[in-house]
């Protein structure tokens, strides 16, 4: 099959012809039909020793496909079924995995890459059907959507709330939607450019903040008072702190950025306002049917943040373009 695989930090993706992967007995085979670029790909690729990525390796853990083949003790699936893949992959046996939480399996959890390619493999639990009136595109979405959806989730956020949302990238912009889909009193969004501005208004966001040395006074204006809630969706050393000052008195930051280097804060600052700090990462399977199930929806529609498609011969230019700030947001690959 046709692929994209990792060669080495400051090398682009590199198209090829590996093995067709050949499914176990509890693993089913799907057609990928479109796989997103997420940001936590662009850092695997600049840091691979901390993500474990080795040289030929294929990533991609944004998507969906058809299954072609199914696996000996696989039920409940069966070719031709229309699937959106979840990339956590656990044991399958203990209680978290039971609870339908492959996060924190017991027994330790594997992130499955390998949706730059045709065809991908995966564990039949991983995969959850499409509704019929969910196209197959679409559901490659459900995966930053429900990384989005378990932050929100973890705030605590109540209806009324005012939210602010740091960083106006794809993880950011699914907040943005899932805050005002439950209820929150504002939604504003923060971001260096305003290049997503837009997006972000047709996702629910009430005001558009562009970073700057009077940002806090413009943000508290746009938000009516401070924020109860700031949610970090950037991942840069100092952005935590900043959250800080940004959010009211007793209220909470909650962290989804990915930071692979060494963080700080001003923890008297922090311990003064009595702040929150609540850690976010992936999300559990009934989030994830949550999040395939807003794909059907009207007002504030998800499908926003997708800005274009490309072929997999197109990705790697895409890919490159992507480590640099664009009007581009979430872009899908199509394989085939």
């Known amino acids: 099959m046709k692929a994209l695989v990792f060669d080495a930090p400051g090398q682009p993706l590199r198209e090829t012809v590996v093995p067709d992967p050949t499914p176990a007995a509890d693993e089913v085979l799907i057609s990928v039909c479109r796989c997103g670029i997420c940001g936590s790909d662009l850092h695997m690729t600049e840091d691979p020793a901390t993500f474990a ?19 000996r003790d696989v039920s409940g699936l069966r070719p031709g ?22 996060a924190w399996c017991e027994n330790g959890m594997t992130l499955i890459g390998g949706g730059y390619a045709e065809y991908a493999a995966l564990a039949a639990r991983q995969l959850r059907k499409l509704p019929v009136d969910i196209s197959l595109a679409d559901g490659a979405l459900a995966e930053p959507l429900a990384v989005a959806l ?24 699914a907040v943005v939607y899932w805050a005002r889909r439950m209820g929150a009193g504002c939604v504003v969004a923060a971001d260096l450019h305003d290049h997503q501005q837009g997006r972000a208004m047709d996702l629910g966001a009430t005001g558009f903040v562009v970073s700057g040395p009077d940002g806090p006074t413009r943000i508290a204006e746009a938000c009516g008072g401070a924020p109860d809630i700031v949610f970090e969706c950037v991942g840069k050393v100092g952005l935590i702190d900043h959250c800080i000052d940004l959010v009211r008195p007793r209220g909470t930051v909650c962290v989804l950025g990915l930071c692979t280097g060494t963080d700080r804060l001003d923890s008297f600052r922090a311990i003064s306002k009595e702040v929150n700090v609540i850690m976010s990462v992936f ?13 059907d929806t009207g007002r504030y529609a998800p499908q926003h943040l997708v800005s274009g498609t490309v072929s997999l011969q197109q990705a790697p230019a895409a890919f490159e373009a992507l480590k640099n700030r664009t009007t581009e947001c979430k872009v899908l690959i199509a394989p085939r």
């Open 81 to 102: 079924d229309l699937v959106a893949a979840a990339p956590l992959r656990g044991c399958g046996h203990c209680t978290p995995c039971r609870q339908g939480d492959p």
């Open 53 to 71: 990525l080795n040289a030929g390796d294929v990533i991609g853990h944004e998507f969906s496909g058809e299954v072609l083949e199914v696996g």
């Open 150 to 173: 378990h932050g929100v989730l973890r705030s605590g956020m109540k209806p009324g709330d005012r939210v602010l949302v740091v960083g106006a990238g794809a993880i950011g912009l």
């Open 283 to 295: 999300f559990n399977m009934h989030e994830f049917a949550t999040a395939i199930d807003a794909l």
